[in-house]
């Protein structure tokens, strides 16, 4: 390092502290020696910045040792903020052995934060608060157990309010509990970002084909409308809808996938839109979709 970081030493443990330029060269190039050292550059200005500076000490203090924290504050410390060459806040850089090993820029939640840590300490930072809830949750939801899955879900996003995972196991939750409102409610909640991810797409998904089981018609009248005239693609298809929400998944999907083989582009591809729209509430990858992407694309590139 060049003169300018400055050479006073320091003999204090604490895991997290604050430092400047002064204190530099022992709490962050000495220190690293021994330990992994993260530095913090923050601003007062940021919210951003405060909410991440939290986060990281909460990270920190969990992992028992194998890194420390040293915080500093961007404004003061401009020599040494243009010697690392760092621009905006926040900004995390890592120390070992007296050099910078890698950062990063802008907020991390607490799972990526737990994993960037453990790359370089070379450690394994147990699950977070979310981390735990989401597993109960996604075990409960998996054995039937809907209000500990509720339960347990929530928990997740309070800890975590942009955790997709989360909130889309949540929202399948309320929609087998029955709880439509609710979901809807929730998923209509979301900015466009979160809006698009898999696990949410899957969740309103799921509500829809729920909300479609609430209107089902009698299968009976259908089947024999069909028997008529096996080429009403509008019978088939409310057929088809009808069979998924009373629980009879795959003989819905074979309706739909007979659509296409009459008439791949019926009403604007309906059925495999609907297909598409199945995929999701089940799961990309449940046995079933494997099953049934590979007959829907044998129908597609024929």
């Known amino acids: 390092m060049e003169n300018l970081i ?24 000495e220190a690293s020696n021994d330990v992994t050292v993260l530095v913090d550059f923050y601003s007062n200005a940021s919210p951003a910045s405060g909410q991440l500076s939290a986060l990281l000490e909460k990270v920190v203090r969990q992992a028992g040792g194998v890194v420390r924290l040293v915080r500093m504050e961007f404004e003061r410390n401009g020599p040494l903020v243009q010697q690392l060459r760092l621009q905006s806040v926040p900004a995390v850089l890592a120390f070992r052995n007296g050099q910078p090993v890698d950062g990063f820029l802008g907020p991390l939640p607490e799972a990526q934060l737990k994993q960037f840590i453990g790359h370089v ?42 955790n997709v995972e989360a909130i889309g196991g949540l929202a399948r939750a309320q929609v087998l509990a029955g709880d439509l409102d609710g979901a809807r409610e929730l998923l ?91 995929f999701e509430a089940i799961g990309l990858t449940h046995p079933l979709t494997i099953t049934l992407r590979r007959k829907l694309s044998s129908l597609l590139f024929a």
């Open 121 to 162: 300490a070379g450690a394994q930072i147990g699950p977070s608060e979310a981390e735990e809830a989401l597993a109960i949750g996604s075990e409960a939801l998996e054995a039937g157990n809907l209000e500990q899955a509720i339960m347990a879900f929530s928990q997740a996003v309070h800890h975590e309010p942009d």
């Open 188 to 278: 209509d909640s979301l900015e466009t970002a979160l809006a698009e991810q898999t696990a949410i797409k899957g969740a309103r998904s799921a509500l829809t084909l729920a909300e479609q089981a609430a209107n089902a018609p009698d299968t009976a009248p259908l089947l024999a409308t069909l028997e008529q005239n096996p080429a009403d693609h509008g019978t088939r298809f409310e057929l088809a809808k009808a069979l998924i929400a009373g629980g009879r998944t795959e003989e819905g999907a074979e309706e739909l996938l007979e659509i296409m083989r009459r008439d791949r582009a019926w009403n604007d591809e309906a059925a495999r839109k609907e297909l598409l729209t199945l």
């Open 6 to 29: 400055g050479q006073q030493a320091s003999n204090a443990t604490d895991l997290v502290k604050n430092g400047d330029m002064q204190s530099f060269m022992a709490d962050v190039v």
